[in-house]
């Protein structure tokens, strides 16, 4: 009896094996393709053309993913739910979403009072000005005028700070 349990599990431990030895196989037979059948190879395991100009490289990783992933399993379900949801509402897991860039048309005057001193700027066509001089963005004004480190665009009051759930319980109030 005890050699019939070590006789399966022998059975089992080569049938584990055998995949690696089959992607082994597959990964030399790999890196003597050319660029062109490498791309004929994705094709038959993705089912797609290969995006445009993809190295010799990420081609090559592409396929070895796609063998591994047939000889020992995918994703679990679990893990592609995860991955599935997370892709699905990237608010949802507290991501900042794009802001939309400022346009400013020359000639635009940006007023902000600051300790009790009223600044002015100008804004040009190839950045800003204040107090005579010029400057590449609004930030290093910002910068100058206070001393520390404010966004440009939120220091003018072009944009208002994003404020959490957290934040607004903490403070008893919101924006406004």
Known sequence: MAFAATAS???????????????????????ALT???LRGEWR?????????????????RGITYKLQERAYG??????????????ADPQSRGAAK?????SLRPGTRLVRE???VTHMVLIHADGVEWRGQRYR??????????GARWSGPRFFGLRR????????????HGQG
């Open 114 to 116: 600051w300790r009790g």
């Open 35 to 37: 660029i062109f059948e």
């Open 74 to 87: 995918g994703l679990s379900l679990a893990t592609a739910r995860k991955l599935e949801h997370a892709n």
């Open 98 to 102: 794009p802001v939309q860039p400022i």
């Open 9 to 31: 599990k022998r059975g089992a431990r080569a049938d584990m094996d055998k995949p690696a030895i089959n992607v082994a196989k597959e990964l030399a037979r790999l890196s």
């Open 137 to 146: 963005s609004l930030t290093i004004v910002a910068r100058k005028i206070t």
């Open 161 to 172: 700070r994003q404020l959490d759930s957290s934040s607004t319980a903490r403070t008893g």
């Open 44 to 60: 038959r395991l993705h089912r797609t053309p290969p995006p445009m100009r993809l190295s010799r490289d990420l081609l090559t």
